[in-house]
């Protein structure tokens, strides 16, 4: 499959999934005999299109053979897959942060002529936010499938054995990482490994926290001024209270980590407080 046959074939099937999950397909086996293959990050909003696809099969006559993936391996595959030209995959998903530059390579086709064509796609669905994120120079290369922000989730039952109350600040974060730190159980879990999706999403949080950003007014990098170096620093000072291997860990180990009642805190994205709520998984659902 040629790089441009490839984009375009993206594009239409994001359309179609989204179609899907508004639960409105009008395709009718329009799609019948076509197979594809879907690279999906493992997550809770992929297990749950997981759930609907017979719908959608049975709808379009389409069959979707899904692989699910840890994000940091996603990524890998999916890059590797663009560069090569490769076709062993037909959907894949991405981060917000990959969009512009895949688009500067030439891997996505603009989705605006598919949008601007589809009945059952309405842009002012979507949060203004997570829609603008996907655009490169006022074109629009993918839709978002799913949106979550982020937040500090802790062991009640800990904070209320040690007298603790919820952190209001980073020193009071990194006081009781501290002091939760007892034996087998770490006072925090944070995904430390090398990426955009680990340490490279939690660090900008503890950047901004202490009055810094990534570049001034003028487009100069600033990240490396005193607001910088004590975000680094305090990160550094919360990885002495986390788990052994801490510095490896994606957000797969990180929620694992958490179900298993390894940690007493995590910071992390707001989807992690559903799993470590279903019993059937989770040790310290409850």
């Keep these: 499959m040629t790089k441009s046959r490839k984009c375009l074939v993206l594009g239409v099937i994001l359309l179609l999934i989204c179609m899907m999950t508004a639960g409105n397909i009008s395709a009718a086996k329009k799609f019948e005999g076509v197979t594809i293959n879907v690279a999906m990050q493992s997550h809770n909003a992929t297990k749950a299109l997981i759930g609907i696809l017979p719908e959608f099969e049975k709808a379009t006559g389409m069959k979707v053979n899904v692989d699910q993936l840890p994000q940091a391996e996603l990524a890998k595959k999916a890059e590797a897959s663009f560069a090569a030209r490769a076709d062993n995959y037909d959907v894949v998903t ?77 020193d009071e974060l990194l006081a ?28 900008p949080m503890f950047l901004r926290s202490y009055g810094g950003d990534y570049f001034n007014k003028g487009n100069k990098p600033v990240f490396n001024n005193k607001a910088g170096q004590k975000a680094t620093q305090f990160f550094a000072d919360l990885m002495k209270y986390s788990p052994p291997g801490a510095v490896n860990m994606g957000w797969n180990e990180v929620q694992v980590s958490m179900e298993q009642g390894q940690a007493a805190m995590t910071i992390d994205a707001t989807n992690f407080a559903q799993a470590f709520e279903v019993s059937d998984m989770s040790k310290v659902a409850g």
Aim: glycine share 10%; hydrophobic share 35%; proline share 4%.
């Design 94 to 170: 991405i981060l917000i942060v990959s969009v512009s530059r895949y688009a500067r390579a030439g891997w996505l086709a603009p989705l605006d002529k598919y949008i601007k064509k589809s009945s059952d796609i309405n842009i002012k669905d979507f949060v203004p936010g997570f829609i603008n994120s996907q655009k490169y120079q006022g074109k629009t290369y993918a839709l978002p499938f799913y949106g979550e922000s982020s937040c500090l989730m802790y062991r009640k039952d800990l904070f209320k054995e040690a007298g603790l109350t919820v952190p209001q600040t980073m």
């Design 176 to 203: 009781d990482a501290a002091k939760l730190t007892k034996g087998d159980t770490y006072g925090i879990v944070l995904k430390a490994g090398r990426g955009q999706a680990s340490n490279g999403y939690l660090w």
